[in-house]
């Protein structure tokens, strides 16, 4: 009787191992891909044969990667669908050597060792099968339907303005990000939770927005939204727009494989703020998004946050193509009315009762610092009864400003009467009578190395009718064939709007901005004087 254990013990534990050893080390799965697309599994480009992948069978779930040229990627888990076949050996096994052991008697030595084999030989099989280390433990599912819907950012046109996403903020802490658990693919698939839990792999992230900002920006400029080739006279307000962006929240959902506690694979599903500004940093546009990101692998507890990462850029993706597509946005992105408004303002007559200032200290006199709530620019008299000229972008954010002129007083009571957003400037009126207003050159572009001064508030409002001295070192032309001054001389935060004059006190340009960067100094930029005429509609 003993002889009859031994052979069952050997013929189950044969039984099991050959199941083992001769299990399929690759798995064919059933895939409706397109010519046009092409597959990576695990960044490896694969090639369907008949409709059919084939993927080598491990303990670990693959990434699929589907690419399709105008389109974003789309990611889909190769998961493990089901347990081994054998198990249900096993668990007969079991059962019969229990039902033997059960009805053996004192008497039955050979049924009870039979019984007792049976239940070992089972018993070792379900090791084999369940336990991670076995090829045979569990198949990948049958086949994959690959997601239909494909999200795509149109490409530029040329009637289509520029975009470029400033930054991306994250407002939110990832351990109060709830999200679904789920026991394995097929419980995903048919939506069986195993439990609702905060998402506990934040100690393993750090979400570095710059990523998400330059991977955007990365796609935008492949599509030709971002000219990389002209950085410094690009901007134009009919041909830029800005957009920033804030994740509100998260949701995320974890695939736990069954044979491998360790690995599974994430879905993101992100909600986001996204807003549009013209280029001189005014909100014009807003609009929520919540988008779902694909299924992104990961292959142990170390590259979940990898995984994370990857699937808040996928969702990401989406709700940028969702954006830019949406109506609004396309409308904007088209919009070019404000050069029709300006060309259509009526011609405004100013004068200069009292003269025109006629040396450099009067010169002062004729300039003032404009405030807001959180800043401060320049800006000049250009009529004796208030009339103000200063930089667009100085009004742009906070339209409710103050003035101070050269000798302290400040107006509360300042009206915008019109401005040049093509070409950064506004016109404002204080009530106020009896000033020498700068006179505007008429003598065109300024001779370079000619002598210039600037006049305005650099830095702090404690510095106004600071007066620096330098050169015109150029004239620069800009993308939309208008020109600007280059100068040398000292210009600061704050300078904005401010007046660059001649040694006679003659405005010859208008302070617009400045270079900025390590080891750049002495390059700052004027609107030439004879445009605020032109831009403004202004006779004087």
């Avoid at 007792?116 to 599912?141: A, E, H, V």
């Avoid at 400029?221 to 929240?249: C, M, P, R």
Wanted: aromatic content about 8%.
């Amino acid at each position: 009787m003993k002889r009859t254990f031994l052979l069952l013990l050997i013929a189950s534990f044969m039984l099991q191992s050959c199941a083992n050893i001769f299990a399929p080390s690759n798995h064919e799965i059933d895939i409706n891909s397109r010519k046009k697309d092409v597959l990576l599994v695990d960044g490896t480009k694969v090639k369907p044969i008949d409709g059919k992948i084939t993927v080598k069978v491990d303990k670990s779930p693959k990434q699929l990667t589907i690419q399709t040229d105008g389109y974003l990627d789309r990611n889909v888990a190769i998961a493990h669908h089901h347990g081994s076949k054998l198990i249900w050996v096993d668990v007969g096994m079991i059962g019969a050597g229990i039902l033997l052991s059960a009805t053996s008697d004192y008497n039955s030595e050979g049924r009870a060792l039979a019984g007792g084999g049976l239940i070992t030989g089972g018993i070792y099989g379900l090791f084999f099968d369940i336990f991670p280390f076995s090829k045979r433990k569990s198949r990948y599912q049958g086949s994959i339907n690959l997601p239909k819907k494909q999200e795509k950012i149109p490409a530029k046109t040329d009637d289509v303005k520029e975009i470029y996403v400033e930054k991306i903020e994250v407002d939110v802490d990832l351990d109060d990000s709830t999200g679904k658990i789920y026991a394995g693919l097929k419980n995903f698939q048919k939506n069986r939770t195993y439990s609702t839990s905060t998402y506990k792999g934040s100690e393993k992230l750090e979400l570095d927005n710059t990523i998400f900002t330059d991977v955007l920006n990365e796609s935008l400029s492949e599509l030709g939204y971002i000219d990389t080739t002209k950085t410094l006279f690009k901007s134009s307000y009919d041909n830029n727009l800005v957009i920033q962006a804030l994740i509100e929240d998260f949701e995320i959902d974890q695939v736990i494989t069954r044979v491998n506690f360790r690995t599974g694979f994430l879905v993101s599903e992100v909600k986001t703020k996204w807003e549009v500004l013209d280029i001189y940093g005014k909100a014009i546009y807003e609009k929520t998004t919540k988008t779902k990101s694909g299924q992104h692998v990961y292959k142990g507890s170390t590259d979940q946050g990898d995984a994370l990462r990857n699937s808040i850029q996928d969702a990401l993706n989406v709700a940028l193509s969702k954006f830019i597509n949406s109506k609004d946005v396309q409308t904007l992105l088209r919009d070019k009315s404000s050069k029709t408004e300006e060309e259509s303002l009526p011609v405004l007559r100013l004068s200069a009762e009292n003269g025109y200032a006629k040396d450099l200290g009067e010169a002062l006199n004729a300039n003032v610092t404009i405030k807001g709530k959180d800043f401060h620019g320049s800006g000049f008299f250009v009529s004796s009864d208030g009339y103000i000229v200063t930089n667009y972008h100085v009004v742009a954010k906070d339209e409710k400003v103050s003035i101070v002129t050269n000798d302290g007083e400040e107006f509360e009571n300042v009206e915008i009467v019109r401005v040049s957003r093509q070409h950064d400037l506004a016109l404002l009126k204080i009530n106020t009578v009896g000033i020498k207003p700068l006179k505007v050159s008429t003598k065109g572009l300024p001779d370079i190395a000619q002598e210039v001064y600037a006049i305005g508030t650099p830095t702090v409002t404690d510095l106004s009718q600071t007066l620096s001295k330098g050169i015109v070192s150029g004239i620069r032309k800009m993308e939309d064939g208008t020109k600007a001054i280059q100068t040398d001389a000292s210009v600061n935060a704050g300078n904005s709007g401010g007046a660059l004059v001649n040694k006679n006190a003659e405005l010859i340009g208008v302070v617009s901005s400045k270079l900025r960067g390590f080891g750049i100094e002495g390059v700052a930029f004027g609107i030439p004087a004879d445009k605020i005429k032109k831009y403004l509609k202004l006779e004087f």
